[in-house]
């Protein structure tokens, strides 16, 4: 008899084979150009997770454990009834982390569905990956043809965005699944601006159809990767002072207001809950805590983003552009130079060597933070982190040299050398890229069994309980003290169940009021209730868990739940009906 789920994973299967029959029917009625457009995506996608052909997934890879923990976060609280998932009630040993909280999952619903549907971890993960590849495939090329106009200009963008050496290391030595989730909303946000920029930007119609493609872009980026939003602003921002005389004009400032609104609207469903955490309760990050805003140290030297070979996993591997990207920069610096730059490129050019000073040691990060006012400014953890955003204005640069290439009159570069180019050095860098990673990498393989509350350590749990002493000083929970018991000083005591966020338990009390400390950090949601359907105050206990007073003499069950506030669901709902809404204008205008 085959199981229950070999059934459920046969279904997906024969579905996606159907869906491939029939989109294999519809590539053959299209255009031979649209055949060329797809293809190009295709083999994109393709290239950009030749790793994953390699077997299993990274061990040394930074960040997978704790993004697999997620996704097995989100099957588990579907399982148990607490959908969308707020807290994972299997995290810190079953004491819970409101990791969908502080790290926005919405891309990881699809990788839990396949969980969910009975396929491994290692198979879910990766199939995550080819997907993230396909959509920043997608979002690459419809923008950029739509900024650069040529199909052809476009597919090379393509090609050398979503093949960058950065974006590789992301995508297979760090797994930094938030960074590489808001690289699929970078184009629509580079096409949103130039557009707001635009002499077209002149009407209302316009300026909101611009505010929405921005809103999208921004709501895609935060609901991905907080540390992406604020550099993402920040360069809005070095954007918005760079071309004041533009900026400082009627439609774009209505542009970016309206885009800001509908943002944080489109946004709500995530940004709510975090706001309304960080009202209620006092959260420390650990990796503040270590890190600090002092993060100077952590840059790069500049022979950094030169070095196209380094092999080592233990390291960030390869921080750098990569060669076809550092190529482009050099070239736009000697068309500078010789003064046969246009306005556009010469703009880029300094915006991209802006931020690629920013991911530098040199960068004076120590200074700006030991500024009050500017201290949010250097909360990146690593400045290094720019290196994504530059990726992006170097390939408007390449995009750019080849839609003026006939102005810069220089015999090595015509339309055709360069794309020929700009291919070869993509791909070459993938494989090398490859080779490196199968040399070094630690390949494991993932299976199907979520494991025991041992599998989810208490380490990845960054956003701690905290609770303030006075203004200088405060003490976070200690992990270490988690007995993973009901604790207190009563008669008797039975759980009845303990699953997912909820625990209901028979208590048998002495003659006094009792404190009884529950298994779970006291994140904002939770409520006691006994079997009179009496609710009880809950409070910190010593070490920042649910606790609450058991009077005297009493005898019965006791239920603990987890809810959620109504104005949460007000704002999911807000949020869905936004970006429905913000998506049919975009495509009718």
């Known amino acids: 008899m085959p199981s229950h789920d070999m059934i459920k994973r ?17 590539f053959r009625k299209q255009s031979k150009s649209d055949k ?42 579907y ?16 004491h819970g982390y409101p990791a969908p909280i502080y790290y926005g999952d919405i891309l990881l619903y699809f990788p839990a569905a396949l969980r969910m549907f ?12 080819v997907f993230v590849n396909l959509l920043t495939a997608i979002t690459s090329f419809v923008c950029f043809k739509k900024i650069f106009k ?70 895609g980026v935060v609901t991905s990767h907080t540390l992406s939003v604020l550099m993402v602003s920040y360069t809005l921002l070095l954007i918005f002072i760079l071309l004041f005389k533009k900026s400082f004009t009627f439609n774009v400032i209505r542009s970016y207001i309206i885009a800001v609104v509908f943002t944080f609207i489109s946004s709500a469903f995530f940004l709510i ?85 920013l991911t530098t040691k040199y960068f004076p990060w120590d200074a700006i933070a030991d500024i009050n006012y500017l201290k949010t400014l250097t909360q990146v953890q690593y400045p290094w982190r720019y290196i994504e955003i530059a990726c992006m204005f170097l390939t408007l640069m390449l995009g750019n040299i080849l839609s003026e290439i006939d102005t810069y009159r220089l015999s090595l570069l015509n339309t055709k050398s360069v794309t020929m180019t700009s291919a070869i050095l993509s791909v070459a860098g993938v494989v090398i890229f490859t080779l490196l990673f199968a040399g070094t990498a630690d390949l494991h393989k993932y299976g199907y069994a979520p494991g025991d509350s041992t599998y989810y350590p208490v380490g990845v749990a ?32 039975e759980v009845i169940k303990n699953e997912g966020l909820n625990l209901s338990f028979y208590v048998k009390n002495k003659e006094k009021d009792t404190e009884v400390i529950l298994p779970r950090t006291n994140y904002p949601g939770y409520h006691v209730k006994d079997e009179n359907n009496h609710s009880y105050d809950i409070y910190d206990s010593d070490n920042l868990l649910v606790a609450f007073t058991l009077p005297a003499d009493y005898e019965g069950n006791i239920y603990l739940t987890y809810d959620t506030p109504w104005y949460w669901n007000v704002a999911m709902i807000a949020s869905f009906f936004t970006i429905i809404i913000s998506v049919i204008v975009i495509v009718r205008n």
């Not at 990274?58 to 993004?67: E, S």
């Not at 009975?118 to 990956?129: E, L, P, T, Y």
Request: proline share 2%; net charge neutral.
């Open 462 to 493: 960054e956003y701690k309980r905290a609770k303030k002493i006075d203004d200088y000083s405060f003490y976070l929970t200690d992990y270490t003290r988690y007995s993973g018991g009901i604790e207190g000083d009563f008669s008797d005591i």
């Open 79 to 94: 399982k148990t009834g607490h959908f969308p998932a707020r807290i994972y009630s299997l995290w810190v040993a079953g």
């Open 10 to 26: 046969s279904i997906i299967i024969i579905l996606f084979l159907i869906i491939l029959i029939k989109l294999l029917f519809i």
């Open 150 to 219: 040529k199909d052809t200009i476009a597919e090379v963008l393509t090609f050398v965005f979503c093949l960058n050496t950065y974006r590789m290391t992301d995508l297979y030595i760090r797994y930094s699944v938030g960074e590489f989730s808001a690289m699929i909303f970078f184009p629509i946000i580079t096409l949103a601006v130039y557009r707001i920029y635009s002499d077209k930007n002149n009407s209302f119609s316009q300026n909101l159809c611009n505010a929405l493609l921005l809103s999208l872009g921004m709501t």
């Open 273 to 357: 809950p975090m706001l309304d955490y960080f009202r209620k309760t006092t959260i420390y990050s650990d990796m503040t805590l270590q890190h600090g805003v002092h993060v100077q140290e952590e840059g790069v030297n500049i022979s950094w983003l030169f070095d196209f070979f380094t092999s080592d996993p233990g390291s960030f591997v390869q921080l750098t552009p990569g060669m076809i990207l550092m190529l482009t920069l050099l070239v736009s610096i000697f068309l500078w130079v010789t003064r046969k730059a246009t306005k556009e490129l010469k703009f880029l050019t300094v915006v991209s060597i802006l931020l690629l000073f």
């Open 118 to 129: 009975g396929f491994s971890m290692n198979f879910a993960f990766k199939a995550h990956i």
């Open 36 to 77: 060329t457009i797809w293809l190009v995506i295709l083999f994109t996608t393709v290239i950009s997770s030749a790793p994953l052909f390699l077997g299993g997934l990274n061990n040394n890879g930074h960040d997978l454990l704790f993004h697999l923990f997620r996704i097995e976060g989100i099957v588990h609280e």
